[in-house]
């Protein structure tokens, strides 16, 4: 009969916090616990058998024993995919991070999420074998505020309910998706939306098969789609997502390289 302290589960780790010397709480994202938190000892030793399958954004199975708290001791672990491109380069590493970032922040503690826990394994899959890494995170961006109750109303204006008609729209957070031109009018703070950025962003939305994200798109509609989508995430959140920050220094220095 199986020990009902001790229990397994495959897991996505999305945060690492130091303690003491060696010690460390490791948050992880599961399939059917949700959010959950576990202890490592001396994680940060040389010797440590585990700390190469408990590396951030690396999909593993990991095994607990039960504590009196509300954090449980990690007794073994497994690496299932490290997703190795995203160790190998700091841009991809930094594109991960923001995932992980997004993910605790719209998930609570042990509460289950199925179909988030596989979108953000096929979007770290994505990050590591599609082109266009920009567009993979606008597609898990807006499936993650689908899944978190936030989706935003693309197809008719939020305020008057009509049909939006092919022109300059605007995107007002507050009201939580597009408005047309007159209603705008009325609103203290909004995106001005192109008729291409809107045709993405609704093609992204409508589609679970993350193939949307090979579209050909140019830097000035990337960015675009970017700051819309930052500004919306900044007004649910009331903060800066922290690596989305640090994002945009590293695209702007890769830019400059690149004129």
């Known amino acids: 009969m199986p020990d009902p302290?001790?229990?397994?589960?495959?897991?996505?780790?999305?945060?690492?916090?130091?303690?003491?010397?060696?010690?460390?709480?490791?948050?992880?994202?599961?399939?059917?616990?949700?959010?959950?938190q576990g202890f490592a000892k001396s994680l940060r030793k040389p010797k440590s058998k585990m700390a190469g399958h408990l590396e951030l954004l690396t999909h593993s199975t990991v095994s607990f024993s039960r504590g009196r708290g509300n954090i449980d001791t990690?007794?073994?672990?497994?690496?299932?995919?490290?997703?190795?491109?995203?160790?190998?380069?700091?841009?991809?590493?930094?594109?991960?991070?923001?995932?992980?970032?997004?993910?605790?922040?719209?998930t609570s503690e042990r509460q289950e999420n199925q179909p988030l826990f596989l979108l953000t394994l096929e979007t770290l899959e994505r990050l590591c074998h599609e082109e266009n890494k920009d567009l993979v995170l606008r597609w898990f961006e807006l499936h993650l505020l689908e899944s978190a109750g936030y989706q935003p109303q693309l197809k008719q204006c939020v305020i008057c309910h009509k049909?939006?008609?092919?022109?300059?729209?605007?995107?007002?957070p507050?009201?939580?998706?597009?408005?047309?031109?007159?209603?705008?009018?009325?609103?203290?703070?909004?995106?001005?939306?192109t008729v291409n950025a809107q045709k993405v962003l609704r093609l992204l939305?409508?589609?679970?098969?993350?193939?949307?994200?090979?579209?050909?798109?140019?830097?000035?509609?990337?960015h675009e789609l970017e700051n819309v989508l930052s500004g919306y995430f900044r007004y649910i959140l009331e903060r800066e997502v922290k690596s989305a920050a640090w994002l945009d220094k590293l695209r702007e220095q890769r830019l400059q390289l690149n004129r």
């Not at 690492?16 to 959950?36: M, Q, S, V, W």
């Not at 049909?163 to 007002?172: G, H, I, M, R, V």
């Open 5 to 36: 302290r001790e229990y397994q589960t495959e897991a996505i780790v999305i945060k690492k916090t130091k303690l003491g010397e060696a010690d460390t709480i490791l948050t992880f994202f599961t399939p059917r616990l949700g959010k959950i």
């Open 74 to 106: 990690i007794t073994g672990a497994q690496t299932i995919n490290a997703f190795l491109p995203l160790r190998n380069d700091l841009w991809l590493t930094s594109c991960g991070l923001y995932i992980a970032e997004l993910v605790h922040q719209f």
């Open 163 to 172: 049909d939006l008609e092919a022109t300059n729209n605007y995107f007002s």
């Open 174 to 193: 507050a009201a939580g998706g597009l408005l047309c031109p007159a209603c705008n009018l009325n609103q203290p703070f909004s995106y001005t939306l």
């Open 205 to 222: 939305q409508g589609h679970d098969d993350p193939s949307a994200v090979r579209l050909k798109i140019d830097e000035a509609l990337a």
